[in-house]
């Protein structure tokens, strides 16, 4: 299992399958920096990751862009070389449990996640 904490890219999407099954898709950015051996440059490395998550579709709803995420899943890895010749490369993450870690950098009153006790208790997942 890997654990991927990041800010969300966009809005998640649900998505309904032809046998009706239903998933949300949303993209996670993690950032990290490092410093290079022998320069006092320090230089930042951004991994995106496409998340799919099957359990409790109703967090769709809350999650938004900007949102930092606590992921926990199994990533695969597709590699394949594209049409320029050029080799590619796909993570994505099958997420099996998820954390919100506060509410989007520019949220709006209908995009904000209930923080009280009792909202708490209310929330699809």
Not at 34 to 62: E, L, M, P
Not at 100 to 122: M, R, W, Y
């Amino acid at each position: 299992m890997q654990t991927v904490i990041g800010r969300l890219t966009a809005d998640a999407k649900m998505t309904t399958l032809e046998d009706g099954r239903q998933v949300v898709n949303f993209t996670i950015a993690e950032n990290y920096r490092f410093r290079v051996k022998g320069s006092d440059k320090a230089k930042q490395v951004t991994n995106f990751y496409d998340c799919a998550y099957w359990i409790k579709t109703g967090i769709a709803a809350h999650l938004k862009k900007g949102m930092v995420v606590e992921t926990v899943g199994r990533i695969g890895v597709k590699a394949w070389k594209g049409t320029d010749g050029e080799p590619k490369a796909h993570l994505t993450l099958h997420v099996q449990y998820i954390q919100l870690h506060g509410n989007p950098k520019k949220a709006t009153a209908s995009t904000e996640v209930p923080t009280q006790e009792s909202d708490k208790e209310n929330l699809p997942f």
